[in-house]
């Protein structure tokens, strides 16, 4: 995000504002959250963010208004993901960039461990595949530039985890697939 030359982002789900806070100052700050108890905190620590108490559906922003959308790990709390996902694009002007991350439910992982995948169930209501969210983000206007699976370089990749694989009678490890992340054009 920092290779971009600025402007304005939405964080939708901001949570406690600490990917917003990692972004220069380039970045005009905006946030979309549910917890009042987070923006209550976001507010203090970050006030020159501007957070509102919404769903993206919802959304007090108006049509254009964001370079760059970043959603961590909302979608697959949402009732509805086509409205969920139409409303971003809405909120994106052309040409702009939404990064969307979600667990992925045809993961090796997932495949294995079948009710013992550690990103099933409550509070995930609608868990995607590349091949279900990518027909939706292009159903709803967007072209996918990318999409990654962070796993290597993070602290997850440990030797610890590999052998978990092995015993699907417990909950899956953190594994390469298990998350992915879209990278799509308005």
């Not at 702009?96 to 013992?116: H, Y």
């Not at 990318?146 to 030797?159: A, D, H, M, S």
Request: proline residues 6%; charged residues 15%.
């Amino acid at each position: 995000i920092e290779n971009l030359p600025g402007g304005k982002i939405l964080d939708a789900g901001c949570g406690f504002g600490f990917f917003l806070s990692a972004l220069s100052d380039k970045w005009d700050k905006y946030g979309l959250e549910l917890s009042k108890y987070c923006i209550d905190n976001l507010v203090q620590m970050f006030p020159e963010f501007t957070v509102k108490n919404q769903i993206v559906e919802d959304s007090p922003f108006y049509p254009d208004q964001f370079d760059v959308i970043y959603s961590f790990h909302v979608i697959e709390h949402v009732l509805n993901p086509i409205k969920h996902i139409k409303s971003l694009h809405q909120m994106l002007v052309n040409g702009g960039t939404l990064i969307i991350s979600t667990p992925n439910i045809n993961s090796f992982a997932a495949r294995r461990f079948k009710g013992n995948y550690r990103l099933l169930g409550l509070p995930h209501l609608v868990l995607f595949s590349a091949v279900t969210l990518s027909r939706l983000l292009t159903q709803s206007g967007f072209k996918i530039q990318q999409i990654r699976y962070p796993f290597f370089r993070t602290p997850y990749f440990t030797v610890k985890n590999l052998y978990r694989l092995l015993n699907v009678n417990k909950i899956s490890p953190p594994f390469y697939g298990n998350i992915m992340t879209f990278y799509a054009l308005k």
